[in-house]
């Protein structure tokens, strides 16, 4: 089955969720449908709106709908039902757990859905999955969806505050090992590269680097004290070093998105809630 969208008018109240669909989407299954909604592909706008009140995803099947509202459905049996490559727990520290994310797992959901983002697959999967007691979770920064390796997702509002402001602050070091064809050269090591990104300013550090004379590539460690979209894989290309498979910025032998060559390998900083140090490493 193709993609698909419907937008659906209520014109009159009391009905749930998933009757609407089920007369709207008749070649859809229920159950399929139900999968939609709790993999996050089913929106509502509701007839009064506000800043509280205003377009966002629904889950529950038999919510009641309202005269005036609209019900979204984004419907792509690719997106909801492919395998997902599960992410590996690092550490769980209460209000928070740290995550080795795999490349192709998204940061955030679409309108397509959101169980394939990092903090919705926690939720859904990964805290069972690692028998850990049930919590809500929350994003508290970003990696590129073909970025692999530490991220952080939070269990209390509290602490998505917290952490969010450590990251906007700029309290944690980032630590990043990237692949690149060739050898890079040293002259480049421990100087700053400052180009700016989308108009903002941007800096990244390349604390060190070695040569594989057999795979004719250079393994990177790169440190970055800013977080622009891209920016370690936007810097590395401006120096003629793109990311080794990267299909944005340099050149790539295939479609994969797991087979960037970049990956979070190193987290610090002092816990807002405990103020202990915390640090965290992939080899």
Not at 35 to 46: E, H, K, N, S
Not at 244 to 250: I, T
């Amino acid at each position: 089955m193709p993609p698909f969208e419907k937008h659906v008018d209520i014109l009159e109240s009391n009905q749930t969720a998933i009757s609407i669909l089920a007369i709207t989407c008749p070649d859809v299954s229920i159950q399929k449908l139900k999968l939609a909604m709790q993999y996050g592909a089913v929106w509502l706008t509701p007839s009064e709106q506000s800043a509280q009140n205003k377009t966002q995803r629904i889950r529950r099947a038999k919510k009641t709908l309202k005269e005036g509202d609209k019900l979204h459905l984004y419907f792509n049996e690719t997106i909801l039902f492919s395998p997902i490559t599960p992410a590996e727990l690092i550490s769980d520290e209460g209000q928070y757990s740290v995550w080795n994310k795999p490349s192709g797992m998204f940061s955030q959901g679409t309108k397509w859905g959101d169980h394939n983002s990092i903090a919705r697959w926690v939720e859904l999967f990964g805290l069972e999955k690692n028998k850990l007691e049930k919590r809500a979770t929350f994003l508290v920064h970003r990696l590129d969806r073909a970025t692999s390796g530490l991220i952080i997702v939070s269990h209390s509002k509290n602490a998505t505050r917290l952490l969010t402001h450590l990251f906007e602050s700029r309290q944690v070091e980032k630590k990043y090992q990237a692949f690149v064809k060739g050898e890079f050269p040293q002259s480049l090591v421990l100087k700053e590269i400052t180009e700016q990104i989308d108009g903002k300013n941007a800096l990244s550090i390349i604390l060190s680097s070695s040569y594989n004379t057999q795979s004719q590539q250079s393994s990177l460690l790169v440190q970055i004290k800013t977080g622009r979209k891209h920016q370690i894989r936007k810097h590395l290309a401006g120096l003629g070093f793109p990311v080794a498979e990267d299909r944005l910025y340099g050149q790539s032998s295939c479609n994969n998105l797991s087979d960037l060559k970049l990956q979070s390998c190193y987290l610090e900083f002092t816990c807002p809630l405990t103020h202990s140090k915390k640090n965290y490493s992939l080899s």
